[in-house]
């Protein structure tokens, strides 16, 4: 049958690890070689993918909240402790740093800069290839960071608005306003659009460095999961039992309705777009039914192909070939899916 589209998810019989409780967060190595995860029992581990060998790291006290990868294979760590920790690809410690309040979010300068960007409470971190340790201030705790593509600027968002801060420069360089609590921080892979998710249920996309924006409200929840496709040309958005997907192609989303991907038992706890060089473009979710979904092509109403886990699907993250996927669960089990094309 012409343009007959086939896809299948398949799981593991058995997890790579177990880590006690809710995976808070799964990253990939960049050349797929290895995984990571954290959980709110506050262990970090490392396994690798093929054989399933997992080394253990030092654990967050009070719970691992965030783990990321740098271009180079160094691991990123931070926790309800106030640490950053950064480790090698065999689990060797290199650094650590002990701020004040939680380590939410972690990002790593992309290219070869080795930059390493950290929300600690109130306090963005950037911690130089070298050891060199920049710190600061923002007017409220930073729940989110991420990097510009071109690796220049760090933003941060947190009650008030995005911050934006470059490697020796003491203030901000700029600033997006908003009036209200942003949970979550995307930039898209085209580097022209920058996402935001609020906790009173909206989305504001700020074109970048125009400072030019738009606003998309009326979600039912707190807005955590974004994700832009490979292009950077559509956003993906998790609320309390959808997700929605946002063009941003020709005249962008203004006076449009997004696609919605239907067939959601419960919140969306997590989502990713697959990489570029799959074909047709592929969104997974995971949910707090216990369900992981994949979506594909041009009808959403309903998922191309599931799983089901048996617990809610905190965390995943696509491997860099967009091959499988890792994710954990909220009882610590961390999985990997194979997810045929």
Not at 99 to 117: D, F, I, Q, V, Y
Not at 258 to 283: Q, W
Not at 303 to 329: H, M, Y
Request: charged share 20%; aromatic share 6%.
């Amino acid at each position: 049958m012409s343009g007959l589209h086939v896809a299948r998810i398949a799981c593991r019989a058995e997890p790579l690890a177990e880590l006690g409780d809710r995976i808070a967060s799964v990253a990939w190595a960049s050349d797929g070689s290895a995984l990571a995860a954290g959980s709110l029992s506050g262990q970090v581990v490392i396994s690798d993918p093929t054989d399933g060998a997992v080394i253990e790291l030092a654990a967050h006290e009070l719970g691992a909240l965030t783990v990321a990868w740098s271009p180079d294979r160094r691991l990123a760590s931070g926790g309800q402790d106030g640490i950053v920790r950064i480790v090698d690809r065999t689990g060797e410690a290199l650094a650590e740093h002990k701020g004040s309040g939680w380590c939410e979010s972690l990002a790593w300068a992309p290219g070869g800069g080795g930059c390493l960007g950290a929300a600690v409470g109130a306090q963005v971190i950037l911690w130089h290839d070298g050891g060199q340790l920049e710190t600061h201030d923002a007017p409220s705790t930073v729940a989110s960071v991420a990097w510009s593509v071109d690796g220049r600027r760090l933003g941060a968002a947190a009650y008030g608005g995005i911050l934006w801060f470059e490697r020796g420069r003491a203030a901000p360089v700029s600033a997006f306003e908003w009036k209200g609590s942003l949970l979550a921080l995307s930039v898209s892979p085209s580097g022209k659009l920058v996402a935001v998710g609020t906790q009173e249920g909206s989305v504001r996309v700020h074109r970048l460095w125009t400072g030019d924006d738009l606003e998309m409200s009326g979600y039912t929840g707190r807005i955590t999961e974004l994700a832009w496709n490979s292009s950077g040309d559509v956003l993906s958005v998790g609320d309390a039992d959808s997700v929605t997907s946002w063009t941003f192609r020709g005249r962008g989303p203004a006076g449009s309705r997004p696609d919605v991907l239907g067939g959601h038992g419960g919140r969306v706890l997590s989502l990713a777009c697959a990489p570029s060089g799959r074909g047709a473009e592929r969104i997974i979710t995971g949910c707090a039914d216990g369900r992981l979904r994949l979506y594909s092509g041009t009808d959403r109403s309903a998922p191309l192909a599931e799983i089901d886990v048996g617990a809610a699907v905190a965390s995943l993250a696509w491997s860099p070939t967009g091959d499988s996927v890792a994710f954990g669960d909220a009882e610590g089990r961390l999985w990997l899916a194979e997810v045929a094309p």
